[in-house]
């Protein structure tokens, strides 16, 4: 009778430690490098333009006002490979710099990589080219700040 | 990580010693493993409930599936375990 209490014990607590281990397991994954490499991969600009239903969010609508464009014209800057390409590599490099510590990418070379991006691009025409360039270069001086405004936190809180 | 593993292993040993019938300890695990298989994949379903409730500004769904099939792959492993338990159970009941 004692001895099957005591199994019942060691089994749940085999049960508890078995599902603490694989969640942990999952976090561990998650948080490493590799893991914060692969999140950051599958972000693309029209995930942080739209919401889980495929609803344009409020930031759509402030870059379409502010850029004066039609939503045909953010289509084309949002299926941009180049501007998508660049947004990993910022999106890496504040996750780094929140999680890791590093150096930060400054506004001009932020800016630069737009410019190069929509210049670079062929699916974009010269005036939507020319309405980016304008307008990124009226926020060169805050697009940094803006950028490392991001939230970026590991789930044990360091 | 690895003193959870090793109190897993000293708890399964400890279970071989308690359980008179020795071959029963492997359906035990069985069950063990698929209930924690189980509960590691309720906490993904948790997990992506949660954060898609959370967070409705933009678009994460690519992320949380990441994330969703990490929690799917580990319990996976958890099922694959219980189900060796049990064949092991099974085999050396039937060669008795």
């Known amino acids: 009778m004692k001895k099957n209490i005591v199994i019942s014990i060691l089994l749940i607590l085999l049960i508890c430690i078995s599902t603490i281990m694989g969640t942990y397991a999952v976090i561990i994954n998650v948080v490493s490098e590799n893991g914060v490499d692969r999140i950051v991969n599958t972000i693309t600009i029209r995930d942080l333009l739209s919401d889980d239903n495929g609803n344009y969010n409020n930031t759509y609508y402030d870059v379409k006002n502010e850029l004066n464009v039609s939503d045909d014209d953010m289509d084309i800057l949002m299926n941009s490979s180049y501007l998508n390409d660049s947004l990993k590599i910022v999106l890496d490099n504040v996750v780094s710099y929140k999680l890791r510590g590093g150096n930060k990418l400054s506004n001009d070379y932020i800016y630069d990589m737009i410019v190069n991006d929509v210049n670079s691009d062929d699916s974009i025409y010269d005036e939507l080219k020319n309405k980016v360039i304008d307008k990124g270069s009226i926020y060169r001086d805050d697009i940094s700040d803006y950028v490392y405004d991001i939230d970026v936190n590991l789930i044990n809180g360091s | ?96």
């Not at chain 2, 399964?12 to 308690?18: A, M, P, V, W």
């Not at chain 2, 898609?52 to 958890?78: A, K, L, Q, Y």
């Open chain 2, 1 to 96: 990580m690895l003193f959870l593993f090793i109190l897993v292993v000293v708890i399964i040993i400890l279970l071989f010693l308690f359980e008179k019938d020795k071959i029963n300890v492997l359906k035990k695990l069985f069950i063990t493993f698929i209930i924690s298989g189980s509960f590691i994949f309720i906490f993904g379903l948790l997990f992506k409930l949660f954060i898609s409730f959370s967070v409705n500004s933009i678009n994460i769904s690519g992320v949380i599936n990441i994330i969703f099939r990490e929690f799917v792959i580990i319990s996976i492993i958890f099922y694959v375990c219980g189900i060796i338990s049990y064949i092991g159970y099974f085999l050396m009941k039937k060669s008795i």
